[in-house]
C-alpha cells in the first residue's frame, strides 16, 4: 500500500495489490467448494459486457479424473515449451519464477479446482481481438479477485490455450467457443502476500501523447 492510496479504500488496494497468481503455496490436499466457485463466477460475470449479452462461459473442474487429464496435457505442454532451455540446469539453480512455474506445471493434475474459462467467438478470426477478449478476461480477473476475497487463491494460466482442440473435447465444448485462461484455484498455504515489483510502470504513462 502507498502512502497517496486515498482514505477509505485501503482494503480495495491492499486487494488489487497483492491478489497474486500463487503456483507453489496451493493446498493440494484442501477441496474447494463448487458452491464458492460458483459464488465468485457470479461476481465475475459484473465485469464489462458488449450489448448487454454475457459471452463468457465457464468449465468448473473439481472431478480427479479431469483434473488428472488436464494436468498430464499441461505437464506435456510445458515441459515441451521449457526443458531444451533448461536442460543442465540444476534444479537448485532455476529462477524462482521458472521454479514455481514448474511446480505448477508438475502439480497441475492434483488441483483441487480448475476453471476454465471460454468466450464465445465467431470461427473466423475478427479484426477486433480487443473487443472478443474483452467478453472474458476482466469478467476473469473479477473472479480472480472475487476468490481472493473467499480466503482462495488462483493463478492466471493461458499454457492450455495451445491445448485448444484436445481440452474442448475432453469437455465437450461446442464449436464456436475458445478457451482463453485457466484458473487453478485451492485454498493458500498462509494468507501474507505482497505486492509484486512491477518495474517501469511509470514510464509506460504517457501523458497526453506517447
Ligand atoms: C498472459 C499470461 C499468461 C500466463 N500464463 C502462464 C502459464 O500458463 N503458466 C504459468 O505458470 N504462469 C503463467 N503466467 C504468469 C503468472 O500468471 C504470473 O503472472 C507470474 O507468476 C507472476 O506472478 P504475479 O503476477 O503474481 O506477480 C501468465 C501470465 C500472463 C499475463
Known amino acids: ?20 497468481s500463487v503456483r507453489l503455496r496451493l493446498r493440494l490436499d484442501l477441496p474447494v467448494a463448487r458452491e464458492d466457485v460458483h459464488d465468485c463466477l457470479r461476481i465475475a460475470a459484473q465485469a464489462p459486457t458488449g450489448a448487454g449479452t454475457l459471452k463468457a462461459h465457464w468449465i468448473v473442474v473439481q472431478n480427479g479424473a479431469s483434473i488428472a487429464a488436464l494436468g498430464e496435457i499441461y505437464r506435456g505442454l510445458w515441459h515441451g515449451r521449457y526443458d531444451h532451455a533448461l536442460a543442465g540446469v540444476p534444479q ?30 465467431p470461427t473466423d478470426t475478427p479484426d477486433n481481438q480487443a473487443s472478443l477478449w474483452s467478453s472474458l478476461l476482466p469478467a476473469a480477473w473479477s473472479y ?45 498455504e498462509g494468507q501474507a502476500f505482497k505486492p509484486a515489483a512491477r518495474y517501469g510502470w511509470r514510464e509506460r504513462i504517457h501523458d497526453e501523447g506517447w
Not at 98 to 110: E, I, P, T, W
Not at 166 to 180: A, D, H, N, R
Open 1 to 20: 500500500m502507498n502512502e497517496q492510496d486515498p482514505p477509505g479504500n485501503h482494503d480495495l488496494v491492499a486487494v488489487l495489490t497483492t491478489t497474486r
Open 144 to 188: 480472480a479477485l472475487a476468490a481472493r476475497g473467499r480466503g482462495l487463491v488462483t493463478a492466471w494460466t493461458t499454457t492450455l490455450n495451445d491445448a485448444q482442440t484436445e481440452v474442448s473435447k475432453l469437455f465437450g465444448v461446442p464449436i464456436g467457443y475458445t478457451l482463453g485462461v485457466a484458473l487453478p484455484t485451492a485454498y493458500p
Open 92 to 121: 537448485e539453480d532455476l529462477p524462482a519464477d521458472v521454479r514455481s512455474a514448474m511446480h505448477l506445471a508438475d502439480n497441475f493434475g492434483r488441483l483441487p479446482t480448475v476453471v476454465l474459462g471460454f468466450v464465445e467467438a
